[in-house]
């Protein structure tokens, strides 16, 4: 198992910037594929961006490639998620999650572990 926490969520204005990190404990974090989450309110839970257990391989979603970055560090047990040039609809809840399997989860019910969440609010 792996316990998973977020932190670096905050208010900012449009076009700043925001450095999300999950720090993991437990089991290696080499062996899961790694995952940031956001949450809208009123909205379903919306992959964001995934790393591979090595990190060789990412994917993001098309609403904020070019603009946020997910990186890993396995020794240090953290993953991180660098948001630049925020926009107002960047808002929600993110949420770093955990999976042991081979091919890369794409939605949030197939994540086996959850952080609590730090909020974003990015103000126009």
């Known amino acids: 198992q792996v316990q998973l926490v977020e932190s670096g969520g905050g208010l900012v204005q449009a076009g700043d910037s925001l450095r999300l990190s999950c720090a993991a404990s437990?089991?290696?974090?080499?062996?899961?594929?790694m995952g940031w989450f956001r949450q809208a309110p009123g909205k379903e839970r919306e992959l964001v961006a995934y790393?591979?257990?090595?990190?060789?391989?990412?994917y993001y979603a098309d609403s904020v490639k070019g603009r946020f970055t997910i990186s890993r560090d396995n020794a240090k047990k953290r993953v991180y998620l660098q948001m630049n040039s925020l926009k107002s609809e960047d808002t929600a809840v993110y949420y770093c999650?955990?999976?042991?399997?081979?091919?890369?989860?794409?939605?949030?019910?197939?994540?086996?572990?959850w952080g609590q969440g730090t909020q974003v609010t990015v103000s126009s």
């Open positions: 790393i591979s257990r090595s990190g060789g391989s990412t």
């Open positions: 437990g089991r290696s974090l080499s062996f899961y594929i």
């Open positions: 999650a955990a999976d042991s399997a081979v091919i890369a989860p794409m939605t949030a019910w197939e994540y086996d572990y």
